[in-house]
């Protein structure tokens, strides 16, 4: 397995969504977790050896069976998680702005700028440019982060379960949804979720993450 370049997260490092579909389509199950054990190096040719990722004899992630345990909020229409973006956190403050998936710093990346509707959940739309489970993984890691009031207090990805019921149609408007669960110490928890334009939801995702200095 290789991560290339353009998939980054923080600089230097893969993004965890992108990780995490990577290695959880070498998995036989509806719904995977992936633990996130070491930043995942780009550019590098790892070993995936029953549902484990290494560099060298170095562990990066693993992936296990999983469940999702959370429920998605209501849909939102469109037009109203685009409004939300116009208040993307990440436009005045952005711990990491070449992250592929929500950096404002790329051109080439899925630009998910989740903003505020509601108190710990945030939404974006999203016209997917491919459908892939990899990129559905993609686009339910970032927004999660974003509804725990990231600015001042940047945070990585430490774990993501996520199961996928149907896969977004290439060049259709889609909402993706994050928000906030709970947390304790430097984790905090979130739920993700992918709607179509008509309110189903294709995807959910349930993450931890880990509060960095």
């Known amino acids: 397995m290789r991560i290339e370049r353009r998939f980054n997260g923080p600089p230097g490092s893969a993004n965890g969504g992108i990780t995490c579909g990577l290695l959880a389509a070498h998995l036989d199950a ?3 977790q992936v633990t996130l054990r070491k930043p995942p190096p ?7 050896t029953d549902g484990q990722l290494y560099d060298g004899d170095v562990l990066v992630a693993e992936a296990v069976p999983g469940t999702v345990d959370v429920s998605p909020p209501p849909a939102i229409d469109v037009t109203t998680a685009a409004a939300a973006s116009a208040s993307y956190a990440g436009l005045v403050e952005h711990p990491f702005p070449t992250c592929f998936v929500c950096g404002t710093a790329r051109s080439d990346g899925l630009r998910l700028t989740a903003g505020p509707i509601n108190e710990g959940v945030v939404a974006t ?14 686009a339910l890691d970032c927004p999660g982060g974003w509804s725990a009031d990231v600015p001042g207090r940047p945070l990585v990805l430490g774990r993501m379960t996520c199961r996928i019921d149907a896969l977004p149609q290439v060049g259709e408007p889609h909402v993706v949804q994050g928000w906030m669960v709970g947390g304790e110490g430097r984790k905090l928890h979130t739920g993700s979720a992918l709607y179509d334009a008509s309110g189903t939801v294709l995807a959910v995702a349930q993450a931890t993450w880990i509060t960095v200095a």
């Open 30 to 32: 509806d719904v995977v």
């Open 42 to 48: 780009l550019d590098t040719d790892l070993r995936v």
């Open 125 to 138: 739309p999203w016209t997917p440019q491919e459908s892939s489970a990899v990129m559905v993984w993609a």
